[in-house]
């Protein structure tokens, strides 16, 4: 009989984390979770639930918007990063795609993508721009300014620019706002593409639960600053709340888990 294997630390830990802003808000309450290296990790929630923050929080981008990680570790590769400024972060491998794309309108998509690679010092960049002209075709054809692409091609933009930055962990904020179905389709077939090929791992914040459970092998619900639910894909998929709330099914106005009888959260999270 062999040895138990030891269990592989995660590329990402978020552990027990309060964030607050401006010294007097407090947004996420005691929030943990963990992302595996190699995995796609969805994060799921209604709009003020704390999502972004979360984001920002790994990626130290709450200092540019009055915020503080005040309680808990934020940790990668088995460091801690919480409290180290963005680009010493980025330098790590971490890499945020933000929320509404934020590429650089009056620059072309090409020094978007060489702008991705800011940190870099070696002299394969222009290898890694054709490698993301393989994913995204439509940009080697695009040549005027970044600001006059489409949705659908900014949010292609954004996401090559982060693999410019050759990440261990891309941290991405709603890629399907804004674009048609067709277009998230896309998309999120490229995402799914992205990780098999490279191994990139990535933490995916998207209110479009139904795409994000399809690429995820695991997710996290967060409500009011704190996870509420979690759990493979496949089990969150099929979770009778989950699918009234974020699959279709809900009304106008949407229930919350916090007066679900049914609903039991797990008592790390009280």
């Known amino acids: 009989m062999s040895a138990a294997q ?7 830990e978020v552990n027990n984390i309060e964030v607050v802003y401006s010294d007097v808000i407090l947004v996420l309450r005691g929030l943990s979770l963990k992302v595996p290296k190699g995995e796609i990790v969805a994060l799921l929630g209604a709009n003020g639930a704390g999502k972004s923050t979360t984001l920002k929080a790994i990626s130290g981008l709450l200092k540019t918007e009055d915020g503080e990680v005040t309680r808990g570790d934020v940790t990668f590769a088995g460091e801690r990063i919480n409290g180290i400024d963005p680009h010493l972060i980025v ?17 072309t998509a090409l020094e978007n ?3 991705g690679a800011f940190t870099r010092r070696d002299r394969e960049v222009g290898d890694d721009i054709e490698r993301v002209y ?22 292609m933009l954004a996401i090559g620019r982060a693999l410019m930055a050759r990440p261990k962990l891309i ?18 077939g490229i995402i799914r593409k992205i990780n ?14 139904r795409m994000a459970l399809s690429v995820a092998s695991y997710g996290y619900v967060m409500e009011q ?9 496949a089990e969150l998929a099929d979770n009778e709340d989950v699918k009234e709330f974020y699959l279709g099914g809900h009304g106008a106005e949407r ?6 009888k049914s609903f039991k959260r797990r008592k790390r999270w009280l």
């Not at 330098?91 to 509404?100: A, C, D, L, S, Y």
């Not at 229930?255 to 679900?260: E, P, V």
């Open 171 to 188: 941290l991405m904020d709603e890629p399907s706002m804004g674009l048609s179905p067709l277009l998230v389709q896309e998309v999120f």
């Open 91 to 107: 330098r790590r491998g971490i890499f945020q795609v933000m929320e509404g794309r934020r590429i650089v309108s009056d620059m």
């Open 196 to 209: 098999q090929d490279l191994g990139v791992t990535i933490l995916l914040v998207e209110q479009n639960a």
């Open 225 to 233: 600053g704190k996870v509420v639910l979690d759990g493979t894909a």
């Open 113 to 115: 993508l060489r702008l």
């Open 6 to 12: 030891p269990e592989v630390p995660p590329l990402l």
């Open 134 to 155: 393989g994913y995204f075709p439509r940009l080697k054809e695009r040549t005027g300014l970044a600001g006059y692409l489409s949705g659908g091609e900014q949010q």
């Open 255 to 260: 229930k919350s888990f916090r007066n679900l």
